[in-house]
């Protein structure tokens, strides 16, 4: 099998290794640089699990090689937390809300909101929207819905007027 060399930015740390050319951007997150809150569940692009923001783009990570990801920069839920460990906004309403129960989808619930701040589409309308591309197996949505909810009313005006 083919090798190649890759390098990006993952969480704000440059990183340089050989990959298969068929590695997923998940797999390699995951199992090569043992980011483990990227969770593997369908490999189909349909469970949004493997949820991860790619030049600030939330993406499914089993959908993308990471020779694709070559020169990008890659953030992980994992790197979402601020310098001090202040959790992200998104973190923070789903932690406050409930809005896990086994875990198992909570980062690429997480991911998605948070990529939707970072975009200024912080509004419930949009969160709810986004949210139809992933699959909780616990069908944990209330919690879900209710920290979309909070964090509309904390960030969504906020992020507005910024």
Same mark, same amino acid.
């Given at each position: 099998?083919?090798?190649?060399?890759?390098?990006m930015?993952?969480?704000?740390?440059?990183?340089?290794?050989?990959?298969?050319a068929?590695?997923?951007?998940?797999?390699?997150?995951?199992?090569?640089?043992?980011?483990?809150?990227?969770?593997m569940?369908?490999?189909?692009?349909? #469970? =949004?699990? $493997?949820?991860?923001? !790619?030049?600030?783009?939330?993406v499914?990570? +089993?959908?993308?090689?990471?020779?694709q990801a070559?020169?990008?920069?890659?953030?992980?839920?994992?790197?979402?937390?601020?310098?001090?460990?202040?959790?992200?906004?998104?973190?923070?309403?789903?932690?406050?809300?409930?809005g896990?129960? #086994? =875990?198992? $989808?909570t980062?690429? !619930?997480?991911?998605?909101?948070?990529?939707? +701040?970072a975009?200024?589409?912080?509004?419930?309308?949009?969160?709810?929207?986004?949210m139809?591309?992933?699959?909780?197996?616990?069908?944990?949505?209330?919690?879900?819905?209710?920290?979309?909810?909070?964090l509309?009313?904390?960030?969504g005006?906020?992020?507005?007027?910024?």
């Amino acid at each position: 099998m083919s090798e190649y060399r890759v390098e990006m930015k993952v969480n704000g740390r440059r990183v340089a290794e050989a990959v298969e050319a068929r590695t997923s951007l998940g797999d390699f997150l995951r199992l090569k640089l043992g980011y483990t809150g990227v969770h593997m569940g369908c490999e189909h692009g349909v #469970c =949004g699990a $493997c949820t991860i923001m !790619v030049d600030g783009r939330a993406v499914r990570s +089993c959908l993308m090689l990471a020779v694709q990801a070559e020169g990008s920069e890659v953030l992980t839920v994992e790197g979402l937390a601020d310098a001090q460990d202040a959790l992200h906004p998104a973190q923070d309403a789903m932690r406050k809300a409930h809005g896990l129960q #086994c =875990g198992f $989808c909570t980062p690429g !619930v997480v991911m998605t909101l948070a990529s939707l +701040c970072a975009d200024r589409r912080c509004d419930e309308q949009s969160m709810v929207a986004a949210m139809s591309g992933h699959i909780c197996r616990c069908t944990g949505y209330q919690g879900i819905r209710r920290a979309i909810t909070m964090l509309a009313a904390e960030v969504g005006s906020a992020g507005s007027d910024t």
